[in-house]
């Protein structure tokens, strides 16, 4: 059974620094991509980050050289390291996957969801 549970998050001024984690269950997260998307009430869905099979990472324009996605496959886990957060980083962040080699905005498996909030 294919789970993913993420924990971080929280409440952070602007500027801070924030990292999520999501621990993958019922697959190795090695053999597959694995990303991070955003999506607050009423707001599109943006895929936010992403690592594929083959170690590329792809991030959004918005977060590019502020976020940081990297695994630890010891553990099953892929984590996003969010730097110099900023208000419009507010929403709910979601680790994904479609269980394929490469990213993709299709995703199968979502987390729970984890609400950041950047505000002073």
């Known amino acids: 059974q294919v789970q993913l549970v993420q924990s971080g998050g929280g409440l952070v001024q602007p500027g801070g620094s924030l990292r999520l984690s999501c621990a993958a269950s019922?697959?190795?997260?090695?053999?597959?991509?694995i990303g991070w998307f955003r999506q607050a009430p009423g707001k599109e869905r943006e895929r936010v980050s992403c690592?594929?099979?083959?170690?590329?990472?792809t991030y959004a324009g918005s977060v590019k050289g502020r976020f940081t996605i990297s695994r630890d496959n010891r553990k099953n886990t892929v984590y996003l390291q969010m730097n110099s957060l900023k208000p419009e980083d507010t929403d709910i962040y979601y680790c994904?996957?479609?269980?394929?080699?490469?990213?993709?905005?299709?995703?199968?498996?979502w987390g729970q969801g984890t609400q950041v909030t950047v505000s002073s």
């Open positions: 994904a996957t479609s269980l394929r080699d490469q990213c993709s905005d299709y995703v199968t498996y």
């Open positions: 019922g697959f190795t997260l090695d053999d597959y991509a």
């Open positions: 690592s594929s099979v083959y170690r590329t990472s």
